[in-house]
């Protein structure tokens, strides 16, 4: 592929692709901060982001130089530059550009220069930019292309590195959760529940909250999942470490009463907190592999979303 070629993308597909990242509205980590604090200053720009596209909103996993976390969709130069995913899309006067001249939130930045590049995972999906925010008309020179491109590939490893340890602590997770459901009812090996839990947009969260009192509504709500499950079953619930997700497995006796009670208990977190506590759960009675029904949870998962912010 040339880096002339257009690239048409599925929207779905590259919506599931972000969501399996399991990154929007995570909590702020320095390594992204430091990112951010380099695209700017080798570009010198007051302005840079790390920012994710996500269903209807851009939302900020870095930034310096402004305020908020996120900003609607419909008004994110990101948006455009996704749609070339091998481009550094660079524009020099966005007043001069019919599609960004009358946009509120640039008016309101006084922006004038953007210049960003595409996240792009292994499989070719967008899922945001490395971008750098001018107030000035201008341009880059090559070397800030280069670095640009060069920041969007190091972030974009770094984002799939941490989806791989996180997709090792879940398998662990569920390797432990069958085994301990399978020595309690031998009889039902193989027929099981996957359950997964996400409290949504947790930087919001803890910035609204402050981490230590979020870290304690966390435990609070882990010891409140766990009051649903029937022990005697087998059944199973553990936190993804650093995150608001919590995977649940449970036995095959009963087990829409479960659901229903954990969906209670999500839907009262949901009003506690003032953020929604989405749920996703695939079932089995064939013994099928743990990670085939958890992605099944999973794209329920993404179901939810969609429906949240349809």
């Known amino acids: 592929?040339?880096?002339?070629?257009?690239?048409?993308?599925?929207?779905?597909?590259?919506?599931?692709?972000?969501?399996?990242?399991?990154?929007?509205?995570?909590?702020?980590?320095?390594?992204?901060?430091?990112?951010?604090?380099?695209?700017?200053?080798?570009?010198?720009?007051?302005?840079?982001?790390?920012?994710?596209?996500?269903?209807?909103?851009?939302?900020?996993?870095?930034?310096?130089?402004?305020?908020?976390?996120?900003?609607?969709?419909?008004?994110?130069?990101?948006?455009?530059?996704?749609?070339?995913?091998?481009q550094l899309m660079e524009v020099g006067d966005l007043n001069q550009d019919a599609r960004f001249a009358d946009n509120p939130v640039l008016k309101d930045l006084g922006a004038r220069f953007y210049a960003g590049m595409p996240l792009v995972t292994e499989d070719g999906a967008a899922v945001g930019s490395v971008c750098v925010v001018d107030v000035n008309p201008r341009e880059l020179n090559q070397t800030q292309r280069e670095a640009l491109q060069a920041l969007a590939r190091l972030t974009m490893n770094l984002m799939e590195g941490r989806s791989r340890e996180r997709e090792q602590q879940v398998a662990a997770i569920l390797d432990h959760g069958v085994a301990e459901e399978t020595a309690v009812a031998p009889d039902a090996a193989g027929s099981y529940t996957v359950v997964i839990l996400e409290l949504q947009d947790l930087s919001e969260l803890a910035q609204r909250l402050g981490e230590r009192t979020l870290d304690r509504q966390l435990q609070q709500l882990d010891q409140a999942?766990?009051?649903?499950l029937q022990p005697d079953r087998?059944?199973?619930?553990?936190?993804?470490?650093?995150?608001?997700?919590?995977?649940?497995?449970?036995?095959?006796?009963?087990?829409?009463?479960?659901?229903?009670?954990?969906?209670?208990?999500?839907?009262?977190?949901?009003?506690?907190?003032?953020?929604?506590?989405?749920?996703?759960?695939?079932?089995?009675?064939?013994?099928?592999?743990?990670?085939?029904?958890?992605?099944?949870?999973?794209?329920?998962?993404?179901?939810?979303?969609?429906?949240?912010?349809?």
């Open 1 to 86: 592929m040339t880096p002339s070629t257009p690239v048409a993308f599925d929207e779905t597909e590259r919506q599931r692709a972000l969501d399996a990242l399991h990154i929007v509205g995570s909590l702020p980590e320095p390594a992204y901060d430091d990112i951010v604090k380099v695209a700017a200053a080798v570009c010198g720009t007051p302005m840079a982001l790390v920012t994710l596209i996500d269903r209807d909103r851009q939302w900020f996993k870095a930034r310096t130089g402004l305020e908020g976390v996120q900003t609607e969709r419909n008004v994110a130069v990101c948006d455009h530059a996704i749609r070339q995913p091998t």
């Open 225 to 228: 999942l766990e009051h649903c």
């Open 234 to 310: 087998g059944d199973s619930i553990n936190r993804v470490t650093g995150s608001g997700e919590f995977i649940a497995v449970l036995g095959s006796d009963h087990v829409d009463d479960t659901v229903e009670k954990l969906q209670q208990v999500a839907r009262e977190t949901s009003q506690s907190l003032g953020s929604p506590l989405l749920l996703g759960a695939a079932s089995t009675s064939t013994g099928e592999p743990t990670t085939a029904v958890f992605l099944r949870a999973d794209q329920a998962l993404s179901a939810a979303k969609d429906a949240l912010r349809a």
